[in-house]
C-alpha cells in the first residue's frame, strides 16, 4: 500500500478553469499516470484501488475527472470572471 502515495493526490490536483486548458490537462495527467504505471510498477492492489477511485469520481461527474469534462456539469461561477480566465 506504499505506492497509494504516490497515486491519491493525482486525483486531487484541480482542473483549469480555462477550458482551453483541459486537453492539455487531461494529456499530461495521462502521460505521467503511464509513466508512473510503467517506471514504479505499483502492487496491483494499489492499482486497482486507483482505478476505481478514478471510476467513479468520473462517473459520477465530480468535477475534478481529468478524462473529460461532463456535458451537464456547469463551471463555477468564477470561470465566468474575465479577470481571472483572461489571465
Known amino acids: 500500500m506504499y505506492c497509494?502515495?504516490?497515486l491519491l493526490p493525482v486525483l486531487l490536483?484541480?482542473?483549469p478553469l480555462n477550458p482551453a486548458l483541459w486537453f492539455n490537462h487531461s494529456m499530461f495527467m495521462g502521460f505521467y499516470l503511464l509513466?508512473?504505471?510503467l517506471e514504479r510498477k505499483p502492487c496491483t492492489?494499489?492499482?486497482?484501488v486507483f482505478l476505481a477511485a478514478l471510476f467513479f469520481?468520473?462517473?459520477?461527474?465530480?468535477?475534478?475527472?481529468?478524462l473529460y469534462h461532463c456535458h451537464d456539469s456547469t463551471l463555477p461561477d468564477c470561470a465566468h470572471?474575465?479577470?481571472i480566465v483572461g489571465t
Request: neutral net charge; hydrophobic residues 40%; contains cysteine.
Open 35 to 37: 509513466s508512473f504505471l
Open 81 to 83: 470572471d474575465p479577470s
Open 57 to 66: 469520481i468520473c462517473y459520477s461527474c465530480w468535477g475534478n475527472c481529468f
Open 13 to 15: 490536483i484541480p482542473k
Open 45 to 48: 492492489i494499489c492499482a486497482l
Open 4 to 6: 497509494l502515495q504516490w
